[in-house]
C-alpha cells in the first residue's frame, strides 16, 4: 500500500520553455503532498507543501512563480517548472501522506535537464 | 529551529559485519522520527516511524531505536543488497504543514 507514482521519470528540455511534472497517490487519498528538489549526494530540500483545493505552501526562497504547484484532487498534485533555466536541472521527488498517518510517501523522482 | 544531524556520512561494511547508524536531533516536542533508504536515482522508501523514547521497530536486518536526543539504526549481518543512503527525518508536534526536517544521510557500501 501507500505507492506513489511520478510522471515523466526523467525529461530533458530547452532553456525558456516549460514542463510540468506529475505526482500521483495511486492506492490513497493524499490530503497533503509535498514537493522536494535534491542535489547529487545532498539531502532533500522542501521547496513546497500543498493541500487538496487550496494554495500551496512555499519554503523561504522558493519562486512561486516559478514552480507552480496544483493540488486539483486528492490523488494528483502537478509542478510546473516555469522558463525553466540550466540552473533548474535537478532531482524533483513529490510525496503524500496518508490522512491520519504522519509518515511521508514518495514518489520515484524526477530528473530534470535543461540545455 | 529543528535540527537533524547524522553520522557518519558514509560506512563501508564487509558483508556480515554489523554497525550502527546515528541519528541526533534538536526539536520543540518530537512528534515522530522516521527513517528512510535511499537507492542512487530513486525516491526514499519508507522504513520506520518511531515516536516515542525507548520504541524500538525491526524489519528484516534492520533494527530502529529512539531516545529523547538521538536515533539508532542497526544494521545486523549487512548484505550488499543493504547498500543504500539511510535518510533520518523528524517532525515536530508544531510543523506547519506536517514537514519533515531531513538530516544528511548515511551513504552505506557493504562489499560482498
Known amino acids: 500500500g501507500a505507492v506513489v507514482s511520478q510522471h515523466p521519470s526523467w525529461v530533458i528540455c530547452k532553456s525558456g520553455t516549460s514542463v510540468k511534472i506529475e505526482c500521483r497517490s495511486l492506492?490513497?487519498?493524499?490530503?497533503?503532498m509535498f514537493w522536494y528538489r535534491q542535489f547529487p549526494k545532498q539531502s532533500l530540500m522542501l521547496m513546497a507543501t500543498?493541500?487538496?483545493?487550496?494554495?500551496?505552501?512555499?519554503e523561504q526562497g522558493v519562486e512561486k512563480d516559478k514552480f507552480l504547484i496544483n493540488h486539483a484532487s486528492l490523488t494528483l498534485s502537478t509542478l510546473t517548472v516555469t522558463s525553466a533555466h540550466p540552473e533548474d536541472s535537478s532531482f524533483y521527488i513529490c510525496?503524500?501522506?496518508?490522512?491520519?498517518?504522519?509518515?511521508?510517501?514518495f514518489g520515484p523522482g524526477t530528473r530534470l535537464t535543461v540545455t | 529551529e529543528d535540527q537533524v544531524t547524522q553520522s557518519p556520512e558514509a560506512l563501508r561494511l564487509q558483508e556480515g559485519e554489523s554497525s550502527s547508524l546515528n541519528c541526533s536531533y534538536t526539536?520543540?516536542?518530537?512528534?515522530?522520527l522516521f527513517w528512510y533508504r535511499q537507492d542512487p536515482g530513486k525516491g526514499p522508501e519508507f522504513l520506520f516511524t518511531?515516536?516515542?523514547a525507548g520504541e524500538e521497530k525491526e524489519k528484516e536486518r534492520l533494527k530502529a531505536t529512539l531516545t529523547k536526543k538521538e536515533s539508532f539504526l542497526h544494521i545486523t549481518a549487512p548484505k550488499p543488497e543493504d547498500s543504500a543512503t539511510y535518510l533520518c527525518?523528524?517532525?515536530?508536534?508544531?510543523?506547519?504543514?506536517?514537514?519533515?526536517?531531513f538530516g544528511g544521510g548515511t551513504r552505506v557500501l557493504v562489499k560482498p
Open positions: 526539536v520543540s516536542g518530537l512528534r515522530g
Open positions: 527525518a523528524v517532525q515536530a508536534r508544531r510543523a506547519a504543514g506536517n514537514k519533515l526536517t
Open positions: 510525496s503524500a501522506r496518508v490522512s491520519g498517518r504522519y509518515e511521508q510517501y
Open positions: 500543498s493541500n487538496e483545493g487550496s494554495k500551496a505552501t512555499y
Open positions: 518511531l515516536y516515542s
Open positions: 492506492d490513497f487519498q493524499a490530503t497533503t
